[in-house]
């Protein structure tokens, strides 16, 4: 079995266009260089790459108790 990872900082809004976190984020890899905590539309219409995993990002949910489990990257 898989250790889980839970986000460690704080974050609540997505870094490109300030739409508030609900149960899904994005830590991943956009097409201007550098990383962001995106909402799911961002990274999957840009300026995210649409892609997870070593390199290009993670995927968090929002669990019952208020912490982002990594759940794909």
Same mark, same amino acid.
């Given at each position: /079995? #898989?250790? #889980?990872?839970?986000?460690? @900082? #704080?974050?609540? =809004? ?5 739409? *508030?976190? %609900? =149960?899904?984020?994005?830590?991943? !890899? &956009?097409?201007?260089? *550098?990383?962001?905590? /995106?909402? *799911?539309?961002? #990274?999957?219409? $840009?300026? @995210?790459?649409?892609?997870? $995993?070593? @390199?290009? @990002? ?5 669990? %019952?108790?208020?912490?982002?489990? !990594? &759940?794909? $990257?």
């Amino acid at each position: /079995m #898989q250790k #889980q990872v839970f986000w460690a @900082g #704080q974050v609540s =809004k997505c870094d490109t266009c300030g739409t *508030p976190f %609900d =149960k899904v984020f994005y830590d991943a !890899k &956009t097409d201007r260089g *550098p990383w962001a905590c /995106m909402c *799911p539309s961002c #990274q999957a219409f $840009g300026p @995210g790459i649409g892609k997870t $995993g070593l @390199g290009l @990002g993670q995927k968090y949910e929002k669990q %019952d108790d208020g912490r982002w489990l !990594k &759940t794909e $990257g």
